[in-house]
């Protein structure tokens, strides 16, 4: 199949033509997330990143496996051997079973792509579903030599593996560099060096996240996971491997190290890495204050917000930056956004209405070509913006009369915008949504004020019968003050009562006007 797609190779530092191993076939495993915790603004921006070059992959013809992990165990508090495993700590801490811990921000994870309108990846495999595979991958790694067993637990030998194998070609790390800056940490004198990472872990007593092994009952590195299922979804050898740039080192050098330990071979022959979000200059921390959920970010309620955001205002916003440029959140940052964002879908509304004339003025075939140009050159989504706003220009100056477009060029130019704007960049146009939003709350606050009008009649039946009813349609309601005119008959449901009165106010104020007009 061909194709111009040329993309940033982190483990060559250059951009290469992307040529897949089998096509039309394209193998696609990016690292998902540690589920401890809500997402948050860091979650989005690899799964915008790579879900642009899902989109963009398959536009161009190719069949893409995505898999995309979720870890749900053996990721310890330092992203090394130390530490407490992170969804025990938050099962501790919250007083759940760690699976309990695993589906509750699971389900938040998953809920927030929806809302940022990503693909689902074609297999989302979890980390504890595959212990027996992960068993098999050690016992491969430590018949080669490259492993070793102390006190039930089992580390990757490094040295070992540097004697003939570059260790730390992706990261560009030094070993001299490792051995003279790594950390004296407690509990790890076990290792043959301190760089040494863990394959399997012995569990302790009170560790709750376990599985029988032939070298103790415990539970498997962190590394460990992402070998071993991109391998098996995608095959010894696949094309692409993503994630954020700071899983480089460690984990993405493990995983080669491993990998290459076990097969004889490296996996992956594109490693593609986005870069970092940074709020208003600074990386995104709790212990600074300025860590930000997605629910947050989508609700307001957050000191350094000074609104709320819409989903796409945020994927728009992360799209007008290059994934591998460091992206700075703020609050004008994000309201630019949400402007360029309705300027984009308001055009698109626009060029609908065209009217077409005998002649082109503008050429909108090098606009499209313009497009794929900059898609082809690393996902290039802030050039293409540019180019799309070149197209708004065009369709309002065609609504003005200023230029001229023929019918086949005003169709060429939808295509341009429906493939570009919402198949490939995958924005939605949330304005029938909002309105949607605008019709609930205001139908809500009439049934709300329906029953606290029931209450202050003592009419407990139809306040009860209200509560019930919302209440079968996953909705708890709270008491509040208000007033309302009536009360339900009966067996009429509550949404019979809201149409009822809607049609009893609208008939009361023609009454009203045509009293005043006589």
Request: net charge neutral; charged share 25%.
């Amino acid at each position: 199949m061909q194709n111009n797609l040329a993309l940033y190779n982190s483990l060559s530092r250059k951009k290469e033509p992307f040529k897949p191993l089998h096509p039309p076939f394209v193998g696609l495993y990016v690292c998902g997330p540690t589920v401890y915790s809500d997402a948050h603004l860091g979650h989005a921006h690899p799964a915008i990143t790579f879900d642009l070059l899902y989109r963009y992959l398959m536009h161009l013809g190719y069949r893409v496996r995505y898999v995309r992990n979720v870890t749900d165990v053996g990721h310890l508090e330092n992203d090394a051997d130390e530490g407490e495993d992170k969804i025990q700590k938050k099962a501790r801490l919250e007083h759940l079973e760690p699976m309990e811990v695993v589906q509750k921000y699971l389900n938040n994870f998953l809920k927030n792509m929806e809302k940022l309108n990503t693909l689902h990846p074609s297999i989302e495999p979890r980390a504890s579903g595959h212990i027996i595979e992960q068993q098999e991958f050690i016992k491969s790694i430590i018949e080669k030599g490259y492993a070793y067993e102390v006190n039930g637990s089992v580390y990757f030998d490094v040295l070992k593996y540097s004697q003939k194998y570059p260790y730390g070609k992706l990261s560009g790390r030094v070993l001299e560099e490792l051995q003279a800056t790594v950390r004296d940490l407690e509990g790890q004198d076990e290792k043959r060096n301190l760089f040494d990472f863990a394959l399997w872990k012995k569990a302790a007593p009170e560790h709750l996240m376990r599985w029988p092994s032939p070298w103790s009952d415990g539970f498997p590195g962190w590394h460990l996971e992402c070998s071993v299922m991109s391998t098996k979804y995608l095959g010894n050898i696949f094309d692409i491997h993503g994630g954020g740039m700071d899983l480089q080192f460690p984990h993405h050098e493990c995983e080669i190290a491993q990998s290459t330990a076990a097969l004889g071979k490296e996996s992956v022959r594109y490693w593609i890495h986005n870069n970092m979000i940074t709020i208003n200059g600074q990386k995104m921390a709790r212990s600074l204050g300025n860590y930000i959920t997605l629910d947050q970010l989508f609700n307001g309620e957050h000191p350094l917000l000074q609104q709320k955001y819409s989903p796409m205002t945020l994927r728009f916003f992360i799209l007008q930056a290059h994934y591998r440029s460091t992206i700075d959140f703020s609050n004008e940052a994000l309201q630019a956004a949400e402007k360029g964002l309705q300027t984009l879908l308001k055009a698109t509304a626009t060029l609908k209405n065209l009217r077409p004339s005998s002649e082109s003025t503008v050429d909108i075939k090098n606009l499209q070509a313009k497009c794929y140009e900059a898609m082809d050159d690393d996902l290039n989504s802030p050039v293409l913006l540019s180019n799309l706003f070149e197209g708004v220009k065009y369709i309002n100056s065609v609504n003005d009369s200023a230029e001229k477009l023929t019918a086949g060029d005003i169709e060429l130019l939808g295509n341009v915008f429906r493939t570009f704007v919402f198949d490939i960049l995958g924005l939605t146009d949330e304005g029938i949504n909002a309105g949607d939003e605008k019709l609930t709350e205001g139908l809500m606050k009439i049934i709300i004020d329906l029953r606290q009008e029931a209450k202050n009649r003592k009419e407990w039946s139809t306040s009860d019968k209200i509560r019930e009813d919302l209440k079968k349609a996953g909705i708890i309601l709270r008491d509040v003050k208000a007033v309302s005119y009536t009360h339900l008959r009966a067996h009429e449901t509550v949404l019979d009562l809201v149409c009822r009165l809607l049609l009893e106010k609208k008939k009361k104020t023609h009454n009203q006007n045509t009293q005043e007009n006589h």
